[in-house]
Protein backbone atom coordinates (compact mmCIF):
# COMPACT_ATOMS: atom_id res chain seq x y z
CA UNK A 1 0.00 0.00 0.00
CA UNK A 2 1.79 3.36 -1.33
CA UNK A 3 1.25 6.16 2.10
CA UNK A 4 0.72 8.75 -1.11
CA UNK A 5 -1.73 7.88 -4.20
CA UNK A 6 -1.83 10.27 -6.61
CA UNK A 7 -4.49 10.82 -9.25
CA UNK A 8 -4.75 10.68 -12.67
CA UNK A 9 -1.44 8.98 -13.47
CA UNK A 10 -1.20 10.97 -16.94
CA UNK A 11 -3.16 13.81 -17.93
CA UNK A 12 -3.46 15.03 -21.63
CA UNK A 13 -4.51 19.01 -21.91
CA UNK A 14 -5.07 21.69 -24.66
CA UNK A 15 -3.15 24.93 -23.97
CA UNK A 16 -6.10 27.13 -21.80
CA UNK A 17 -7.59 24.46 -19.87
CA UNK A 18 -7.85 24.69 -16.20
CA UNK A 19 -6.18 21.49 -14.57
CA UNK A 20 -6.14 19.32 -11.66
CA UNK A 21 -4.18 17.07 -10.18
CA UNK A 22 -5.44 15.17 -6.75
CA UNK A 23 -3.22 13.95 -3.87
CA UNK A 24 -4.10 11.78 -1.04
CA UNK A 25 -2.36 10.87 1.41
CA UNK A 26 -2.84 8.12 4.68
CA UNK A 27 0.10 9.27 7.58
CA UNK A 28 -0.65 11.79 9.18
CA UNK A 29 1.26 15.13 8.63
CA UNK A 30 2.33 18.68 9.33
CA UNK A 31 3.11 19.50 5.72
CA UNK A 32 2.85 18.17 2.49
CA UNK A 33 5.48 18.90 -1.14
CA UNK A 34 4.33 19.51 -4.35
CA UNK A 35 7.27 18.79 -6.92
CA UNK A 36 7.81 19.34 -10.30
CA UNK A 37 10.19 17.68 -12.62
CA UNK A 38 10.42 18.15 -16.79
CA UNK A 39 11.55 15.80 -18.60
CA UNK A 40 14.95 14.71 -18.45
CA UNK A 41 15.24 17.35 -15.97
CA UNK A 42 15.78 18.15 -12.11
CA UNK A 43 13.25 18.08 -9.09
CA UNK A 44 12.02 21.41 -8.22
CA UNK A 45 10.12 22.24 -5.18
CA UNK A 46 6.52 24.17 -6.04
CA UNK A 47 4.61 24.74 -2.73
CA UNK A 48 5.15 23.00 0.69
CA UNK A 49 1.69 23.34 2.09
CA UNK A 50 0.44 23.07 5.90
CA UNK A 51 -3.09 24.20 5.99
CA UNK A 52 -4.97 25.97 3.29
CA UNK A 53 -4.05 27.69 0.24
CA UNK A 54 -1.48 28.63 -1.84
CA UNK A 55 -0.67 30.44 -4.96
CA UNK A 56 1.95 30.96 -6.98
CA UNK A 57 1.29 32.96 -10.71
CA UNK A 58 -1.28 30.36 -12.53
CA UNK A 59 -0.37 27.33 -9.92
CA UNK A 60 -2.71 27.01 -6.68
CA UNK A 61 -2.33 24.65 -4.03
CA UNK A 62 -4.75 23.39 -1.70
CA UNK A 63 -4.81 21.06 1.46
CA UNK A 64 -7.31 19.84 3.67
CA UNK A 65 -5.24 18.28 6.82
CA UNK A 66 -8.71 16.66 8.47
CA UNK A 67 -9.54 14.81 4.72
CA UNK A 68 -5.79 14.29 4.33
CA UNK A 69 -6.21 15.53 0.46
CA UNK A 70 -4.30 17.97 -1.47
CA UNK A 71 -5.12 19.24 -4.95
CA UNK A 72 -2.56 21.67 -7.00
CA UNK A 73 -4.50 23.59 -9.68
CA UNK A 74 -2.35 24.77 -12.75
CA UNK A 75 -5.26 27.67 -14.39
CA UNK A 76 -4.99 28.72 -18.24
CA UNK A 77 -2.43 26.11 -18.65
CA UNK A 78 0.35 26.12 -20.92
CA UNK A 79 3.15 23.47 -23.08
CA UNK A 80 5.43 24.60 -20.74
CA UNK A 81 3.62 23.37 -18.14
CA UNK A 82 3.92 19.96 -19.34
CA UNK A 83 5.93 17.89 -16.59
CA UNK A 84 5.46 15.35 -13.93
CA UNK A 85 3.89 17.01 -11.08
CA UNK A 86 4.84 14.91 -7.54
CA UNK A 87 3.19 15.14 -3.97
CA UNK A 88 5.49 14.50 -1.20
CA UNK A 89 4.61 13.95 2.58
CA UNK A 90 6.87 13.99 5.28
CA UNK A 91 5.56 12.04 8.42
CA UNK A 92 6.55 13.71 11.77
CA UNK A 93 9.49 12.74 13.20
CA UNK A 94 11.10 10.43 10.44
CA UNK A 95 14.43 12.29 10.08
CA UNK A 96 13.51 13.38 6.49
CA UNK A 97 11.93 10.20 5.17
CA UNK A 98 9.19 11.33 2.77
CA UNK A 99 6.52 9.14 1.77
CA UNK A 100 6.44 10.35 -2.37
CA UNK A 101 3.53 9.36 -4.70
CA UNK A 102 4.20 7.89 -8.28
CA UNK A 103 3.52 11.11 -9.88
CA UNK A 104 1.10 12.67 -12.55
CA UNK A 105 2.38 13.43 -16.16
CA UNK A 106 1.21 15.90 -17.31
CA UNK A 107 1.38 16.91 -21.33
CA UNK A 108 0.02 19.87 -22.20
CA UNK A 109 -0.80 20.79 -26.20
CA UNK A 110 -0.79 23.73 -28.18
CA UNK B 1 24.30 30.38 -6.87
CA UNK B 2 23.28 28.66 -3.32
CA UNK B 3 21.69 24.74 -3.78
CA UNK B 4 22.48 21.24 -4.15
CA UNK B 5 25.39 20.68 -6.42
CA UNK B 6 25.83 16.60 -7.81
CA UNK B 7 28.17 15.30 -10.12
CA UNK B 8 28.45 13.71 -11.98
CA UNK B 9 25.49 14.20 -14.22
CA UNK B 10 25.82 10.99 -16.12
CA UNK B 11 27.77 7.69 -15.19
CA UNK B 12 28.34 4.48 -17.26
CA UNK B 13 29.75 1.67 -14.96
CA UNK B 14 30.41 -2.30 -15.79
CA UNK B 15 29.07 -4.38 -13.91
CA UNK B 16 31.50 -4.76 -10.65
CA UNK B 17 33.04 -1.52 -10.89
CA UNK B 18 32.16 1.16 -7.43
CA UNK B 19 32.30 4.40 -7.55
CA UNK B 20 31.21 7.27 -5.58
CA UNK B 21 28.08 9.76 -6.31
CA UNK B 22 29.07 12.96 -4.87
CA UNK B 23 26.74 15.81 -3.25
CA UNK B 24 26.88 19.33 -2.00
CA UNK B 25 25.16 21.92 -1.10
CA UNK B 26 25.98 25.25 0.61
CA UNK B 27 22.80 26.09 2.48
CA UNK B 28 23.61 24.92 6.14
CA UNK B 29 20.69 22.97 5.65
CA UNK B 30 21.40 19.40 8.64
CA UNK B 31 19.02 17.54 6.71
CA UNK B 32 20.19 15.69 3.60
CA UNK B 33 19.25 12.87 1.31
CA UNK B 34 19.58 10.16 -1.45
CA UNK B 35 17.00 9.00 -3.75
CA UNK B 36 16.55 6.52 -6.75
CA UNK B 37 13.81 7.20 -9.26
CA UNK B 38 13.19 4.13 -11.17
CA UNK B 39 9.79 4.27 -14.35
CA UNK B 40 7.03 3.75 -12.94
CA UNK B 41 8.14 3.37 -9.04
CA UNK B 42 8.46 7.02 -8.17
CA UNK B 43 11.22 8.43 -5.47
CA UNK B 44 12.71 5.72 -3.56
CA UNK B 45 14.82 6.93 -0.14
CA UNK B 46 18.05 5.20 -0.24
CA UNK B 47 19.69 6.88 2.73
CA UNK B 48 19.63 10.22 4.59
CA UNK B 49 21.39 12.06 7.19
CA UNK B 50 20.13 14.19 9.76
CA UNK B 51 23.83 15.71 10.46
CA UNK B 52 27.07 15.73 10.49
CA UNK B 53 28.29 12.20 11.54
CA UNK B 54 24.94 10.61 11.62
CA UNK B 55 23.09 8.69 8.83
CA UNK B 56 20.61 5.58 8.43
CA UNK B 57 19.15 4.03 6.08
CA UNK B 58 15.87 4.78 3.98
CA UNK B 59 13.60 2.05 2.32
CA UNK B 60 16.37 0.64 -0.35
CA UNK B 61 19.62 1.40 0.70
CA UNK B 62 21.44 -2.75 -0.22
CA UNK B 63 24.30 -2.45 -2.43
CA UNK B 64 25.20 1.81 -1.01
CA UNK B 65 27.00 3.14 1.83
CA UNK B 66 27.32 6.92 2.77
CA UNK B 67 28.94 9.00 5.59
CA UNK B 68 28.55 12.41 6.65
CA UNK B 69 31.79 13.58 7.69
CA UNK B 70 31.03 17.42 7.05
CA UNK B 71 27.44 19.79 7.13
CA UNK B 72 27.90 20.36 3.04
CA UNK B 73 29.02 16.82 1.52
CA UNK B 74 26.71 13.84 1.77
CA UNK B 75 28.50 11.59 -0.95
CA UNK B 76 26.73 8.18 -2.14
CA UNK B 77 29.19 4.75 -2.70
CA UNK B 78 28.14 2.20 -4.94
CA UNK B 79 30.54 -0.63 -3.38
CA UNK B 80 30.08 -3.06 -6.14
CA UNK B 81 27.61 -1.80 -9.03
CA UNK B 82 24.78 -4.43 -10.73
CA UNK B 83 22.54 -3.22 -13.31
CA UNK B 84 19.62 -3.45 -10.89
CA UNK B 85 21.46 0.11 -10.02
CA UNK B 86 20.99 1.21 -13.48
CA UNK B 87 18.51 5.01 -12.14
CA UNK B 88 18.21 8.11 -12.14
CA UNK B 89 19.65 9.45 -8.03
CA UNK B 90 19.02 12.54 -6.42
CA UNK B 91 20.35 14.18 -3.43
CA UNK B 92 18.22 16.61 -1.85
CA UNK B 93 18.57 18.90 1.18
CA UNK B 94 16.49 20.73 3.80
CA UNK B 95 16.64 22.91 7.01
CA UNK B 96 13.99 20.84 9.00
CA UNK B 97 12.79 17.27 9.04
CA UNK B 98 9.07 18.33 7.00
CA UNK B 99 11.06 20.67 4.79
CA UNK B 100 9.69 23.74 6.34
CA UNK B 101 11.60 26.43 5.12
CA UNK B 102 12.33 24.37 1.42
CA UNK B 103 12.95 20.84 0.06
CA UNK B 104 16.02 21.56 -2.82
CA UNK B 105 17.01 18.63 -5.16
CA UNK B 106 20.34 18.33 -7.05
CA UNK B 107 19.93 18.00 -10.98
CA UNK B 108 20.35 14.20 -10.48
CA UNK B 109 22.98 11.76 -11.62
CA UNK B 110 21.92 8.95 -14.67
CA UNK B 111 23.83 5.82 -13.73
CA UNK B 112 23.90 3.07 -16.22
CA UNK B 113 25.42 -0.43 -15.13
CA UNK B 114 26.28 -2.95 -18.06
Known amino acids: KNEVEQSPQNLTAQEGEFITINCSYS?????LHWLQQHPGGGIVSLFMLSSGKKKHGRLIATINIQEKHSSLHITASHPRDSAVYICAAPPPNTGNQFYFGTGTSLTVIP | NAGVTQTPKFQVLKTGQSMTLQCAQDMNHEYMSWYRQDPGMGLRLIHY???????DQGEVPNGYNVSRSTTEDFPLRLLSAAPSQTSVYFC?????????????FGSGTRLTVV
Open chain 2, 49 to 55: SVGAGIT
Open chain 1, 27 to 31: VGISA
Open chain 2, 92 to 104: ASSYSSTGTYGYT
